[in-house]
Structures are given as structure tokens and as C-alpha cells.
């Protein structure tokens, strides 16, 4: 069974059939309260649009909606790929700008999938690991060798502050945090934690 994907960014495309739009927009979801949110902005991004339907899922939660297009051609599709492709966290709406010309239900569901299908496919994803989070403070001489030695996708530097000296925070692998560290003696180490993040999958 392949692990849990997560949206690693948020994600747009687009389809065009007998003269329709079909706008597939996917946003990492965190907390379903933000569903609601997530489905106005989109409105708003793309306004006048025919109809909007989505799936969404966040852990156990799932929902869908046609917004209107036959029941079952558009929301339920969309939400029974999320789950075939175990993705987790994301509202993915179609939005679809009707071009004057019918498709008929079986080819308006087809495009519906086909749409989402193309933006789960494109989309970069993450999956959801245990990383180490290290506040440090370090010479600015020391920052720059840690600079160039660390991949920035094998080591994460967050909220860096440039005072008298260099204060960040590494998050990463714990064997590999481990190692910049033992590179780095003029380090301070002023504050240690786990946590749980995501990390890029690569193609």
C-alpha cells in the first residue's frame, strides 16, 4: 500500500472541451473549518463561473459537492480520486466556465475526473515525517559554511535572524541535524524538539 500524499503547494490547470473551461484548483486543507473558507476564495479568484464542485478530505472527514451540475457527476467523482490516490489535507475544486455547447452527463463527468485526474498527476506532493527542530545561534563566518555544506531539502533553515550573530532553527533528519551540528563547535544550541512535518517526495 503507498503511504499518505500530501499537496505540497498549492496547484492549478486547466481543460477545455466543446467550448467549457474546466479549472482545476487544489489547496492544501489542514483543519476542515477551513473548507468553507478555501470554497469562497476560489469564487472569488475565479468569479462567474457556472459551477464550482469539489472534494475535499482531512483525516476521517470527507466531503463533496456538485454545486449544482447532476448529482454524483462532478463531486463524487472528484472525491473518490482523492481517495484511490490516498491523498490527505486538500480541497480540490473544478471549476468549469460552461462554453454554450452540452457535453451530455457521461462525457461531463469523464471531463470532471479527467481535469482532476491531470491535477492530482502534475502536483507536487509530500509525505508526513518526524523531524528534529534545533534553535541555534552560530558566527556568521560559521552560517555560511553551514550554508554551502546542506542540501536545503535535506536540512530546513527556519526563521533566520542576523544580529550580532546568526540566530535559525535547523529541522530536518535527526541523524543528519546531528551531523551539521558536530560540524559546527562555535554553535549554541539553545533550544531541541521533535515534531512532525512534511517532506517533499521527489519524482
Keep these: 500500500m503507498n503511504a499518505v500524499r500530501y499537496l505540497a503547494k498549492p496547484y492549478t490547470c486547466e481543460k477545455v472541451v466543446l467550448g467549457s473551461r474546466f479549472i482545476a484548483v487544489a489547496l492544501p486543507l489542514e483543519h476542515k473549518e477551513d473548507l468553507e473558507r478555501l470554497f469562497e476564495e476560489t469564487k472569488i479568484q475565479y468569479p462567474k463561473a457556472t459551477h464550482y464542485p469539489y472534494g475535499a478530505r482531512v483525516g476521517a472527514f470527507e466531503a463533496r459537492s456538485d454545486d449544482g451540475e447532476p448529482s454524483r457527476s462532478s463531486g463524487y467523482p472528484i472525491l473518490a480520486l482523492l481517495e484511490q490516490r490516498q491523498v490527505d489535507e486538500i480541497f480540490l475544486c473544478v471549476v468549469r466556465y460552461f462554453g454554450g455547447t452540452k457535453l451530455g452527463l457521461p462525457r461531463l463527468t469523464r471531463t470532471y ?21 534545533v534553535k541555534i545561534s552560530l ?3 560559521a552560517y555560511e559554511r ?25 529541522v530536518g533528519n535527526d541523524k543528519l541535524i546531528t551531523q551539521a551540528l558536530s560540524s559546527l563547535p562555535e554553535a549554541i544550541v539553545m533550544e531541541r524538539s521533535v515534531r512532525v512535518g512534511k517532506r517533499r517526495l521527489r519524482v
Design 146 to 170: 553551514l550554508s554551502r555544506q546542506w542540501d536545503k531539502e535535506e536540512i530546513t533553515f527556519e526563521n533566520v535572524t542576523y544580529g550580532i550573530s546568526v540566530t535559525l532553527t535547523l
Design 113 to 133: 475526473r479527467e481535469t482532476a485526474l491531470q491535477a492530482l498527476e502534475e502536483a507536487e506532493w509530500a509525505e508526513k515525517v518526524e523531524e528534529t527542530a
Design 139 to 141: 558566527p556568521y563566518a
